[in-house]
């Protein structure tokens, strides 16, 4: 059974920091592209970041230079430390495996708010 399980996600101030991780099983994390989106209520799920298994990294134009996709395929993790939050940054944070450019698996989501 696959399990995407994000972690990390709560409440902080415009300005601050949160590290999101997302724990892998039931996958070979290493051969899998790893990518974080977004959602806030009503609309679509957004691409934040990614990172291919080779360790390229592609990010969307609003978080570039704030924040930092990495991986770690010891612990099957990969993560998303985001900087200088804000309040825009708010929204429900997923994590995905990705083959081809097609989502193979979510995770359940992790909430971050940024108050202002």
């Known amino acids: 059974q696959v399990q995407l399980v994000e972690s990390g996600g709560g409440l902080v101030q415009t300005g601050g920091s949160l590290r999101l991780s997302c724990t892998s099983s039931g996958i070979i994390f290493s051969a899998y592209e790893m990518a974080w989106y977004r959602q806030t209520p009503g609309k679509q799920r957004d691409l934040v970041a990614s990172?291919?298994?080779?360790?390229?990294?592609n990010y969307a134009n609003s978080v570039k230079g704030r924040f930092t996709i990495s991986r770690e395929n010891a612990k099957n993790t990969v993560y998303l430390q985001m900087n200088n939050l804000r309040p825009e940054d708010t929204a429900v944070y997923y994590c995905?495996?990705?083959?081809?450019?097609?989502?193979?698996?979510w995770g359940q989501g992790t909430q971050v708010t940024v108050s202002s």
């Open positions: 995905a495996a990705v083959t081809r450019r097609t989502i193979d698996y």
């Open positions: 990172i291919a298994s080779g360790g390229n990294t």
